[in-house]
């Protein structure tokens, strides 16, 4: 039995349900490619999200939507597809890449295409006036794509600009309950009728498939993932990407499939009486976020940093925290470049901050709390 769901415009072209299969960890087999696409169209979702760059993923998806029309008689047609390039390459590489990811899916066109990985403003000067400009332009002028958009782990300036520019008619960006930085890009982009995608709100929003004890008392009677997700779908966001590796990671997609409307007084507590533990055991070394500190005569990112103090100490999540912090300096312009080792104790920073922390202590005890030998990347 296929269930019906919530479907949002993402951007002008499409309307896609509220969870996006996210394909990046399914690409074991052909077997878990089909069973992941099919139970997600079970339970409603009807947009796959995907890249060229996640190893043989297009390849796997290709052939479990051609499996799935054979043996289950579900159309190609009920899909919305999403995959992406990287800002890279002349326009003849990009034709080649982008005609071998047509190939790979067996469609002759694409939904949605977006630039991923737009990070630096080279990247955007690319779009705007280099040879991704010429890309973009030949793909509309071949009707090879409905849409483009982009994705970024760039800066909050870089990320405006490009919402801005005009070019993109929809955006994927790290939205989290945890991080929220960027929910107010994301509310301009949705003004401008853009469609907003959320990058992974379970695992690279603080691991909350897996929360601590901290988490689940706090977030009672609900999963901390299930008001994660409520969160951002009672913002308005468009769709929220879910990474499934199993069958059972689609149970709350399943039951919140149409919960788009605000969020109820009993989740409103909820949140409150997490931050509420967050803030009694973080007592006055919490750092609010306001950014006030920036910019740092070392270049150190001290936000992203004591944000991962905020996760590890005030909600537990530890183990998520040093992953994010060991990744500092090993993922090129994907993260951040400097960790709290860098420090030179200038206080620089002490006077700009309203709630008068001692940061270059409060990084430094970040540091001796977070670091450890760093763990292999998926794509490294």
């Given amino acids: 039995m296929i269930i019906n769901s919530q479907k949002r415009f993402f ?9 996006t299969l996210g394909t ?35 390849i796997l998806i290709g052939n479990s939507l051609k499996k799935l029309e054979i043996e289950d008689k579900i159309s190609k047609k009920d899909w919305i597809i999403t995959t992406k390039v990287l800002p890279k390459g002349d326009l003849n590489y990009l034709k080649n890449n982008f005609e071998n990811s047509l190939k790979n899916l067996k469609l ?75 929910i107010n890009l994301a509310e301009l982009a949705l003004k401008k009728g853009m469609g907003v995608l959320a990058i992974s709100p379970a695992d690279k929003g603080g691991r909350l498939y ?17 008001l994660a997700y409520r969160f951002l779908l009672a913002k308005g966001i468009t769709t929220l990407s879910l990474g499934a590796t199993k069958i059972e990671d689609f149970e709350l997609a399943k ?87 860098f420090c030179l104790n200038c206080n620089e920073c002490v006077p700009k901050c309203p709630t008068k922390l001692d940061i270059p202590d409060l990084l430094k005890q970040t540091h001796n709390l977070l670091i450890e030998r760093p763990r292999k990347r998926l794509w490294d």
Wanted: with cysteine; glycine share 6%; aromatic share 8%.
């Fill in 210 to 226: 897996s929360p601590s004890d901290i988490l689940l008392e706090a977030s009672k009677p609900f999963h901390p993932l299930e």
């Fill in 255 to 341: 039951k919140l499939r149409n919960s788009y409307q605000k969020l109820t007084k009993l989740e409103i507590n909820a949140l409150k009486n997490i931050e509420k533990i967050a803030d009694e055991r973080l007592t006055s070394t919490k750092c609010e976020q306001c950014r006030l500190c920036l910019p740092c005569p070392n270049e150190i990112p001290i936000p992203e940093i004591l944000r991962l103090r905020n996760i590890s100490i005030g909600y537990g999540q530890l183990e998520f925290a040093k992953e994010r912090y060991n990744l500092i300096g090993r993922a090129g312009h994907w993260w951040e470049e400097k960790n709290s080792s």
């Fill in 24 to 58: 990046m960890r399914s690409t074991e087999s052909l077997d878990q490619m089909y069973s992941i696409i099919k139970k997600a169209h079970r339970v409603g979702i009807n947009h796959i999200e995907t890249a060229a760059s996640y190893g043989d993923a297009e």
């Fill in 11 to 19: 951007g002008k072209k499409s309307k896609v349900s509220l969870f």
């Fill in 108 to 182: 002759r066109k694409i939904n949605n295409l977006a630039i991923h990985g737009l990070n630096l403003n080279d990247h955007l000067d690319w779009v705007l006036f280099g040879e991704g400009h010429k890309f973009i332009k030949w793909i509309f002028e071949k009707r090879l794509v409905d849409q483009v958009g982009f994705s970024s782990h760039g800066s909050y300036s870089l990320i405006q600009k490009a919402i801005n520019c005009e070019v993109f008619s929809f955006c994927n960006l790290h939205l989290h309950y945890l991080d929220q930085s960027k």
